[in-house]
């Protein structure tokens, strides 16, 4: 019988691999890029938070999502997947979560829906719960931390785009309006973004997590549909404000992506800073072959109250990768470098 509880055990518990408890960190992001926080950041703690977007709308969360009435499960999958210890149980669950159906005809039902996809919407109809489903699915993996939704309502982000006049004499560009994550990420340079709707509650467990870490951490992540999201929250923005935990931001390798066309490392600055002029920085990790401008993008950093850590952390083999134990080590640099908090936090 299922009786929602968490079991005591799992195969292998009672190691953690010889990684120290070390700060109680939250992560904040959606995709790929908290997955690669996540991978350096748990070999420096077991206190790990991964919070994650849900307005995914694309690809097997966006069928998911809308056959079911779910919250996108695949950001979340990703970030559980990121957890997983360096063992055979944990590599394996990892795999197992991140396989993908396809069929020879490519007409099944299940093309393309990614297995971790399913068992966290399995999960949640057993339990009734989207974050004990996450918790089960976390203790299922041996994930090394926990993973948490922004919100436990999918939410749908909407972007303004700046598009060119037609015809050979062209004209004043106009402005126009793009719903949905997947069509914004490729819509082009986005000037603005919203969240639908956009009085949503943060989820709770969120909230508190945040209000007790000693670190939050910020991106990477593709910009504006799965970074600034959480800083439109207007509950998850003054959590992130108010908490007296130290607050990192980490940059992305690859500036100049479909949605940030033409913008430099300080212009993601002040995007951060045009949306939640409140909300202040202690550090900032940059690889130092992505900044072009080093004394622009510190003067901005020092508007949101930053110091900047340029490193070399992006992975040998791919431009575009962050290399976990690179990153960790900035990372921990960030962490040990001490200084007290400003204003009392």
């Known amino acids: 019988m299922f009786t929602g509880q968490l079991p005591l055990v799992r195969p292998g518990a009672g190691s953690e691999g010889g990684i120290p408890k070390g700060p109680s960190v939250v992560a904040l992001g959606g995709g790929h890029g908290l997955a690669a926080s996540l991978s350096a950041l748990r070999l420096l703690t077991t206190e790990l938070t991964a919070v994650v977007t849900v307005a995914d709308d694309g690809g097997s969360s966006g069928r998911l999502r809308k056959d079911f009435g ?183 390798l690859t500036l100049d992506t479909r949605e940030t066309t033409g913008m430099s490392a300080a212009d993601h600055l002040r995007a951060i800073r045009r949306v939640a002029p409140e909300f202040m920085v202690d550090a900032v990790i940059a690889d130092e072959a992505s900044v072009e401008d080093r004394d622009e993008f510190a003067s901005v950093a020092a508007e949101l109250g930053a110091e900047v850590h340029f490193d070399r952390v992006r992975s040998s083999g791919q431009r575009s990768a962050h290399d976990p134990l690179r990153l960790a080590g900035a990372y921990h640099e960030v962490f040990t470098g001490g200084g007290p908090s400003r204003g009392g936090r």
Do not use: K
């Open 70 to 252: 779910v919250l996108p499960p695949g950001d979340l999958r990703m970030a559980l997947a990121a957890l997983c210890d360096d063992t055979d149980w944990g590599r394996t669950w990892r795999d197992v979560m991140q396989h993908r159906f396809t069929s020879p005809t490519g007409m099944s039902g299940l093309e393309n829906h990614a297995m971790g996809n399913l068992l966290i919407v399995t999960l949640w109809e057993l339990l009734g719960d989207v974050v004990d489903g996450l918790r089960w699915a976390g203790a299922l993996l041996g994930a090394r931390g926990q993973v948490l939704p922004m919100s436990r309502v999918p939410l749908t982000i909407e972007g303004d785009v700046s598009v060119a006049a037609a015809g050979a004499h062209g004209g004043p560009a106009r402005i126009e309006t793009i719903r949905g994550q997947a069509a914004c990420a490729v819509s082009g340079r986005l000037e603005e973004v919203r969240l639908i709707p956009g009085d949503a509650p943060a989820c709770p467990e969120t909230l508190s997590a945040i209000e007790l870490a000693d670190w939050v951490v910020l991106g990477p992540g593709s910009w504006y549909t799965s970074v600034l999201p959480h800083l439109l929250l207007p509950q998850l923005r003054q959590a992130l404000t108010d908490t007296p935990a130290r607050r990192c931001l980490t940059m992305n």
